[in-house]
């Protein structure tokens, strides 16, 4: 292995000193990407090698957090630093006349966050809230004491920074259907202008598509990795009978390469495109990390929000707004705020013992998608699945140094193509999809059972029992995982106490609609008819025949077996929604307007994704882009 440094120049030197500090002081985490024995102390000399360089160590003024100074006033107080948050400030802070705060609990983003293949670590670190469901009793069998694991961001750029970057706007019936819920301005015609101006698209083949923009902050490209096993799905999908699309264009139905916020694979969080770039040179833009809000201040003679109180280094603090306070805490945090300042359900509010300022249904509803974590294929391949065991520190050099974005820690968490299907039993239109597959090319053995099982709350016999061997023998191997976008089952969150610092109690009743479990049973079942094309078959792909352990009573890959599966390797992807559900007044499930005021409040908004009424044709992230921009528009109408 060669052991040279790229040449770079002294114009590189800057940017380049400050991501090997960050690299050399995450040593224990890639460590973990570096195997025992002859390699791995071949790439522990090179990275020996790397430590002596002698960069100069240039702090990142990201890193420098602004300290708070208690009773400080604001135009605007933003809570949160997700995709809606982060997008929201840095748009009213275009404005130099308004002076906003934006509040994040969490800390800055670091190398880890940079590098896609390290997704599923991501979930173990302070940079996720850590929130788990309470015991389920129909799904996710497979977890530790049943408790889903809930993964939220808790970092600047929110989930953006912790999730696997998939970028997938929805379908145009969606939002047409949150129109005619009564949501004027929330059509598919009316929003599509905010998807377009946040993005920055990237993507080869759709330079003059009118569904795409090139001159937005987020940075949207095709995964530039790719391993012979997803061309051969999307050849095999093909085969079947979907039509390759755009599944941000005209119409999802049909199966494409994985679009992803990464910027020459790196990935690209809310923070690094809308807050990074400008914060440096906006004197009325204030970030504070490591706050923590603990409620909105309320005048209830005029039932108005005039600030909030927050934590910081051990200290509390109030700012004021003299505009208004958004909440943008996303699909959990921002109903616990508001139960916290009084504003909920009478009877979880009365059962704590917080003063009630309003009584809404703030957490009543709580949708999800639900994943299928399978079916597992093997292959005839080699060498074409992502064990992270196996990079070495000249991959991790070429990636960070020479900005490589075709190096395999490019690849998004293994994911590289979606398929969106329709089932027999749907009644939906054709261009409405009801599933889709997630192409993975790898599973939990990629990362030897050090990153995403711990993450997603796997019981160690799931990873011993299905996928040790995988791991032990590096068999190249793929999983489609099968989502389903329309569930019918629908949970709650409350309040447990009123400490603020406490969890809110999340009960998503995966699997209470027992239609759910059929619809998954029909995309494991599209999966297998795929695996079946030529395609496929010409790289020997095949069922992995692990038995799920609690299921040996069904016979293998029958139709019980596979409920069986579906109730064990129970899996979600970041996609709560509906918690501060938007509707009209009359609505009595809302809880806000479709200007996203508070119902019955004034100078209090949510802008982040729990305001969305159903669950999307999507990946939430994208939309919670688009609401933070559309936001912000309906915000600068009314103020200026």
């Given at each position: 292995?060669?052991?040279?440094?790229?040449?770079?120049?002294?114009?590189?030197?800057?940017?380049?000193?400050?991501?090997?500090?960050?690299?050399?002081?995450?040593?224990?985490?890639?460590?973990?990407?570096?195997?025992?024995?002859?390699?791995?102390?071949?790439?522990?000399?090179?990275?020996?090698?790397?430590?002596?360089?002698?960069?100069?160590?240039?702090?990142?003024?990201?890193?420098?957090?602004?300290?708070?100074?208690?009773?400080?006033?604001?135009?605007?107080?933003?809570?949160?630093?997700?995709?809606?948050?982060?997008?929201?400030?840095?748009?009213?802070?275009?404005?130099?006349?308004?002076?906003?705060?934006?509040?994040?609990?969490?800390?800055?983003?670091?190398?880890?966050?940079?590098?896609?293949?390290?997704?599923?670590?991501?979930?173990?670190?302070?940079?996720?809230?850590?929130?788990?469901?309470?015991?389920?009793?129909?799904?996710?069998?497979?977890?530790?004491?049943?408790?889903?694991?809930?993964?939220?961001?808790?970092?600047?750029?929110?989930?953006?920074?912790?999730?696997?970057?998939?970028?997938?706007?929805?379908?145009?019936?969606?939002?047409?259907?949150?129109?005619?819920?009564?949501?004027?301005?929330?059509?598919?015609?009316?929003?599509?202008?905010?998807?377009?101006?946040?993005?920055?698209?990237?993507?080869?083949?759709?330079?003059?598509?009118?569904?795409?923009?090139?001159?937005?902050?987020?940075?949207?490209?095709?995964?530039?990795?790719?391993s012979q096993m997803v061309d051969a799905f999307v050849a095999a999908s093909v085969e079947s009978?979907?039509?390759?699309?755009?599944?941000?264009?005209?119409?999802?139905?049909?199966?494409?390469?994985?679009?992803?916020?990464?910027?020459?694979?790196?990935?690209?969080?809310?923070?690094?495109?809308?807050?990074?770039?400008?914060?440096?040179?906006?004197?009325?833009?204030?970030?504070?990390?490591?706050?923590?809000?603990?409620?909105?201040?309320?005048?209830?003679?005029?039932?108005?929000?005039?600030?909030?109180?927050?934590?910081?280094?051990?200290?509390?603090?109030?700012?004021?707004?003299?505009?208004?306070?958004?909440?943008?805490?996303?699909?959990?945090?921002?109903?616990?705020?508001?139960?916290?300042?009084?504003?909920?359900?009478?009877?979880?509010?009365?059962?704590?013992?917080?003063?009630?300022?309003?009584?809404?249904?703030?957490?009543?509803?709580?949708?999800?998608?639900?994943?299928?974590?399978?079916?597992?294929?093997?292959?005839?391949?080699?060498?074409?699945?992502?064990?992270?065991?196996?990079?070495?520190?000249?991959?991790?050099?070429?990636?960070?140094?020479?900005?490589?974005?075709?190096?395999?820690?490019?690849?998004?968490?293994?994911?590289?193509?979606?398929?969106?299907?329709?089932?027999?039993?749907?009644?939906?239109?054709?261009?409405?999809?009801?599933?889709?597959?997630?192409?993975?090319?790898?599973?939990?053995?990629?990362?030897?059972?050090?990153?995403?099982?711990?993450?997603?709350?796997?019981?160690?016999?799931?990873?011993?029992?299905?996928?040790?061997?995988?791991?032990?023998?590096?068999?190249?191997?793929?999983?489609?995982?099968?989502?389903?976008?329309?569930?019918?089952?629908?949970?709650?969150?409350?309040?447990?106490?009123?400490?603020?610092?406490?969890?809110?109690?999340?009960?998503?009743?995966?699997?209470?609609?027992?239609?759910?479990?059929?619809?998954?049973?029909?995309?494991?079942?599209?999966?297998?008819?795929?695996?079946?094309?030529?395609?496929?078959?010409?790289?020997?792909?095949?069922?992995?025949?692990?038995?799920?352990?609690?299921?040996?009573?069904?016979?293998?890959?029958?139709?019980?077996?596979?409920?069986?599966?579906?109730?064990?390797?129970?899996?979600?992807?970041?996609?709560?929604?509906?918690?501060?559900?938007?509707?009209?007044?009359?609505?009595?499930?809302?809880?806000?307007?479709?200007?996203?005021?508070?119902?019955?409040?004034?100078?209090?908004?949510?802008?982040?994704?729990?305001?969305?009424?159903?669950?999307?044709?999507?990946?939430?992230?994208?939309?919670?882009?688009?609401?933070?921009?559309?936001?912000?528009?309906?915000?600068?109408?009314?103020?200026?």
């Open positions: 292995m060669a052991a040279h440094l790229p040449t770079i120049s002294p114009m590189q030197s800057t940017q380049i000193s400050h991501l090997l500090h960050q690299l050399l002081s995450l040593l224990p985490l890639l460590l973990v990407l570096f195997p025992a024995g002859a390699q791995g102390d071949a790439n522990r000399r090179l990275l020996d090698q790397i430590s002596q360089v002698g960069f100069v160590n240039v702090i990142d003024q990201a890193t420098r957090p602004n300290v708070p100074k208690d009773q400080t006033n604001y135009d605007f107080i933003v809570v949160g630093a997700g995709a809606a948050g982060s997008s929201l400030a840095a748009r009213l802070s275009e404005n130099p006349q308004w002076k906003v705060a934006l509040i994040e609990a969490g800390g800055v983003e670091n190398i880890a966050h940079f590098v896609p293949t390290l997704a599923g670590y991501l979930q173990q670190t302070a940079s996720n809230w850590g929130y788990k469901s309470v015991p389920q009793k129909l799904s996710c069998h497979g977890m530790h004491n049943n408790e889903c694991a809930l993964p939220r961001g808790k970092v600047l750029g929110g989930t953006s920074a912790i999730n696997y970057m998939i970028y997938n706007r929805g379908n145009r019936r969606d939002f047409d259907g949150w129109a005619a819920a009564g949501n004027p301005g929330w059509s598919y015609e009316e929003v599509l202008p905010y998807f377009l101006r946040s993005e920055n698209a990237q993507l080869q083949g759709l330079e003059h598509s009118p569904y795409h923009n090139h001159s937005g902050p987020l940075n949207v490209e095709y995964v530039r990795f790719r009978g979907l039509p390759r699309t755009d599944y941000n264009g005209e119409s999802q139905y049909g199966v494409s390469y994985v679009q992803a916020t990464t910027l020459n694979g790196r990935r690209h969080s809310a923070y690094s495109a809308y807050l990074k770039p400008v914060r440096d040179f906006r004197s009325n833009l204030h970030i504070f990390t490591f706050s923590r809000v603990t409620r909105v201040l309320i005048d209830e003679a005029t039932n108005s929000a005039y600030g909030v109180e927050f934590h910081y280094g051990k200290k509390a603090f109030t700012f004021k707004a003299r505009k208004e306070v958004i909440l943008s805490a996303g699909a959990f945090n921002s109903p616990q705020l508001l139960m916290l300042s009084g504003i909920g359900p009478e009877d979880n509010l009365k059962a704590i013992g917080i003063p009630i300022v309003k009584v809404l249904p703030v957490g009543k509803k709580l949708y999800d998608h639900m994943c299928h974590f399978g079916p597992t294929f093997v292959t005839n391949t080699t060498g074409q699945t992502t064990f992270t065991s196996t990079i070495t520190v000249a991959e991790v050099v070429s990636f960070l140094l020479a900005g490589n974005p075709s190096t395999r820690l490019s690849s998004i968490g293994g994911v590289e193509a979606l398929a969106f299907l329709k089932t027999q039993r749907s009644n939906l239109p054709k261009d409405w999809p009801d599933i889709e597959l997630i192409m993975v090319g790898g599973s939990l053995a990629s990362d030897e059972g050090t990153g995403l099982k711990l993450g997603a709350n796997f019981k160690q016999e799931i990873y011993d029992r299905m996928y040790r061997d995988l791991a032990q023998a590096q068999q190249d191997h793929f999983t489609l995982l099968v989502m389903q976008f329309h569930p019918q089952s629908v949970g709650r969150l409350w309040l447990r106490d009123r400490n603020p610092l406490s969890w809110p109690k999340l009960d998503p009743k995966y699997f209470v609609a027992e239609e759910d479990v059929e619809f998954l049973l029909d995309g494991i079942k599209a999966s297998l008819r795929i695996i079946e094309m030529p395609a496929m078959q010409r790289i020997g792909a095949r069922l992995l025949r692990r038995t799920v352990p609690g299921c040996e009573g069904h016979e293998f890959a029958s139709d019980d077996y596979w409920r069986c599966s579906i109730r064990t390797l129970s899996y979600t992807l970041h996609h709560q929604v509906a918690t501060c559900r938007m509707g009209p007044e009359s609505d009595p499930t809302s809880v806000v307007n479709h200007q996203l005021k508070v119902h019955g409040m004034r100078r209090l908004r949510v802008v982040d994704t729990s305001i969305i009424p159903v669950p999307p044709t999507a990946h939430t992230n994208a939309a919670a882009f688009m609401i933070g921009e559309k936001a912000a528009d309906m915000i600068r109408s009314e103020w200026n």
